[in-house]
């Protein structure tokens, strides 16, 4: 079909990949499966819905394939799969910070993937166990923190049919009997299993955080876990650069090719301590032949990167931190120190993809107290680098609406930038967040065309002829670029289950667009050639 998106491919790929971060590995011989539970972390979720960041996967104990995914509120703190019938119980919960314990008690059907929360009132339940008479043992905490955190109340539920077992079935109330110690709440050998499971070819990987695709056909990737990794137009991996800290946030591709210029943004663990201590954040550029690293720049806190298609890079600061921003040359000299303001920190910097010139957001502008998008002019034979503003980032100053700035896309005389909103005077149902696509004229701003939703953004890339906007929830949305029409939806899935997306990128030239997920994948998708001419909702989906 002329606008089919397909996953050719999944880089990174491998088993139980779709859980992140390992709390919890059980297997099930009777039943073929393995049932594993993990965290993927933080996503900062804008607009409506909530983001669940726990996952309890269930996979073919044969292939390792994943049979059901069931995203879950609370972390997993134990598992116990029913000694005859297809069932498993999961036992959720957390300190909420406060006062009080919240869990669930769920009850996993291994063939249907269905789930019960077989729990009246949200409690944390921290141990399991099925007894001979066909009871379900638990172990129940307190209702707040006065209760303790190391110990609960021991509870037994009996039920004729388990496998029709209603929810809301247990009433946390009742347990009453005295207080024993809880034990732990996680799997400490869940990594020896996941390696000897998969004859140790399990590692550890985390949310892609940027992604670039030089000209021959490579994919840079930098994230959680990762400075920088490269992989060949063959799918296979190069060369990687693990990290010792925290992770790297930004990569940006040279235009040759041959060097990234990569932000890290580290931490070192003390010694004596065991802490984690902050380290200076690092702006390294490295070779993309080898991983070597050809130059350093050491600034105080992580920084916006400007940059332009010829060469042209601003290391710009964020946030309350002083420090000048520095310009590099195409030669990747120091060029200039500039005395720009700090970038805002509630909102992320202005990331312009494709562009001639260096675009960054700052405030207030001349005529007004809001933001405006600016631009560096570098140096050259009439004189040094200057700074000019170019127009308001808000382009209706009737609306009520406030825009923050995001990924944007310079095209033929046209920006195209997008990112969340906010509507001081909206009510909570009807929504105060969301998120924009803009189309503005250059160089004046004047808006041609704006397109909204609630679904949380994660990136945006795209030509002439089509915008790839891609959200958290993994939907792409492909818009007309030049009316904002859309022209086509997709879901983005592996192995038959919804992805989260953070970072995108797209080649025109290569007809491809990569995007970088939550769990530390990266989905390499063709693109159509064909014109786009009808809208059309499908799933995208790699085997």
Not at 269 to 289: H, K, N, W, Y
Not at 303 to 328: I, K, M, N, S, V
Request: contains cysteine; glycine residues 8%.
């Amino acid at each position: 079909m002329p606008d089919q998106l397909t996953v050719r491919r999944i880089l990174g790929d491998q088993p139980f990949a779709e859980i992140g971060r390992p709390v919890w590995a059980v297997t099930d011989e009777r039943h073929g499966c393995v049932i594993a539970a993990g965290d993927l972390g933080h996503v900062m979720w804008r607009g409506t819905g909530h983001w669940l960041a726990h996952r309890i996967g269930v996979y073919e104990a044969d292939t390792l394939r994943p049979r059901h995914v069931v995203a879950s509120r609370y972390s997993v703190c134990a598992i116990e799969p029913h000694p005859e019938l297809p069932l498993v119980a999961v036992g959720t919960g957390r300190y909420d910070g406060s006062w009080d314990f919240e869990g669930q008690l769920l009850l996993l059907h291994l063939e249907t993937g269905c789930v019960t929360n077989l729990l009246s009132k949200s409690r944390q339940v921290r141990h399991l166990r099925w007894l001979e008479d066909g009871r379900l043992a638990m172990l129940l905490s307190p209702e707040d923190k006065d209760g303790g955190f190391r110990k609960g109340f021991e509870l037994a539920v009996a039920v004729d049919d388990w496998l029709s077992a209603p929810a809301g079935l247990v009433d946390p109330d009742e347990a009453r009997h005295p207080m024993v110690e809880s034990g732990l709440l996680y799997d400490p050998h869940v990594r020896d299993t996941l390696a000897r499971l998969t004859e140790d070819r399990w590692r550890r990987r985390a949310e892609v955080r940027d992604l670039a695709v030089p000209t021959d056909g490579r994919v840079l990737a930098t994230g959680r876990h990762t400075d920088l990794e490269c992989w060949d137009p063959s799918g296979t991996l190069r060369w990687t650069l693990p990290t010792d800290g925290e992770g790297s946030v930004r990569v940006e591709a040279a235009p040759d090719g041959e060097s990234a210029w990569v932000t890290y943004q580290g931490y070192r663990r003390d010694e004596v301590t065991g802490r984690l201590v902050d380290r200076a954040v690092t702006v390294q550029r490295i070779s993309t032949a080898d991983g070597g690293v050809v130059d350093s720049v050491d600034v105080p806190s992580v920084p916006a990167l400007c940059a332009a298609d010829e060469g042209w890079l601003a290391l710009r600061p964020q946030g309350r931190d002083p420090h000048a921003t520095l310009l590099f040359a195409p030669t990747h000299q120091e060029a200039a120190r500039l005395d720009l303001a700090p970038s805002r920190s509630n909102s992320p910097a202005l990331r312009v993809r494709h562009s001639a010139r260096l675009l960054y957001v700052d405030g207030p502008g001349p005529d007004d107290d809001s933001p405006w998008i600016h631009t560096i002019d570098p140096p050259g034979a009439h004189g040094p680098a200057t700074l000019r503003p170019l127009f308001p980032l808000r382009w209706d100053p009737a609306s009520a609406l406030q825009p923050w700035y995001g990924p944007a896309v310079e095209l033929t005389h046209t920006l195209i930038h997008a990112g969340r909103t906010y509507d001081p005077g909206a009510t909570y149902a009807e929504g105060r967040e969301g998120t924009y696509v803009v189309s503005r004229r250059l160089p004046d701003g004047e808006a041609r065309w704006v397109h909204r939703t609630d679904k949380p953004l994660a990136d945006l890339d795209g030509d002439e002829r089509k915008m790839y906007v891609v959200y958290l929830t993994g939907e792409v949305e492909i818009l007309d670029s030049a009316t904002g029409e859309l022209r086509a939806r997709h879901t983005l899935r592996a192995h038959g289950h919804p992805v989260t997306p953070l970072s995108a990128a797209f080649r025109a030239d290569q007809q491809r667009l990569i995007v970088g997920t939550v769990d530390g994948r990266i989905l390499d998708c063709s693109v159509p050639i064909d014109r786009i001419d009808t809208a059309h909702q499908s799933s995208v989906e790699a085997s």
